[in-house]
């Protein structure tokens, strides 16, 4: 057994799981059990949302330590499942080496949902919001207009742009011209309750959710990390939002 191509293969599934959407806590105790499994032992795991540093004494004695920089961020709950399954999967199976990576691959490769499915969760998502918080049907089906562009804008900015705080904020602007744009063409809508819709598919909920977590779970480090990441998406948005109404002088509201 090649002890450090295993452990780069196990930074690989816990590097997929972060980028999914997991809780530090979840990683580090699967990347504890993984390692474990191959009778390594004395593994430390330290991971912060942007580092993952792993440390273990293989069977033979040597000391192996590998660290990977973590860039992406693409929450996908379907991908962590079937991550978090392989995970226990090694735990009680031990494949080899060459299974694992085929393992993982498998699941890398999985058919991902239509495009088409994407879209129409968006539109759901905007359109509940924006009649929730007081909009009327019509508010309603221009809040769908609005999760088209916002989901076509970040889906075109993510093969080009990896900086998230960009993304979100071009992303924002383009909600924001969309949502003032009936005002220009003389229709009524309620601007506010379709722009709650559209902000709703942008805010870092599940980030922000996982930061508390992490520290209630003692990553305190961790947890304000993604805390401090999270406010400053949630800033990033609000001025994406508000640049339209300040050119606009604000008239649809």
Not at 45 to 61: K, M
Not at 189 to 206: A, E, F, Q, S
Request: charged fraction near 20%.
């Amino acid at each position: 057994m090649n002890y450090s191509k295993l452990l780069q293969a196990i930074l690989d599934i816990a590097e997929e799981m972060l980028v999914c959407g997991a809780e530090v806590e979840r990683v580090e105790d699967s990347i504890e059990r993984m390692c474990g499994a191959y009778g390594c032992t004395r593994t430390n795991a330290f991971i912060i949302t942007s580092n993952i540093q792993v440390t273990f004494e293989d069977p033979n004695g040597d000391i192996i330590t590998q660290i990977r920089r973590i860039v992406r961020n693409d929450v996908n709950f379907d991908r962590l499942d079937y991550l978090n399954d392989l995970s226990r999967h090694i735990c009680a199976e031990k494949p080899e080496l060459p299974k694992l990576i085929e393992k993982y691959e498998e699941v890398m490769n999985r058919k991902q949902l239509p495009r088409w499915v994407e879209y129409l969760g968006a539109i759901m998502v905007a359109s509940g919001f924006t009649v929730f918080f007081g909009g009327n049907l019509i508010d309603g089906a221009y809040a769908a207009v609005l999760a088209v562009v916002i989901t076509f804008v970040n889906k075109f900015l993510s093969r080009y742009e990896k900086n998230a705080m960009a993304m979100v904020f071009i992303a924002s602007i383009a909600a924001g011209f969309t949502a003032v744009l009936p005002s220009a063409l003389g229709m009524f809508i309620h601007i506010d309750k379709v722009m709650i819709g559209g902000i709703m598919l942008l805010i870092p909920g599940i980030a922000m959710t996982n930061s508390i977590r992490d520290m209630l779970t003692g990553d305190i480090g961790t947890g304000l990390l993604r805390l401090a990441n999270s406010l400053l998406l949630a800033a990033a948005i609000a001025c994406g939002f508000a640049l339209p109404l300040i050119l606009t002088g604000g008239a649809a509201l």
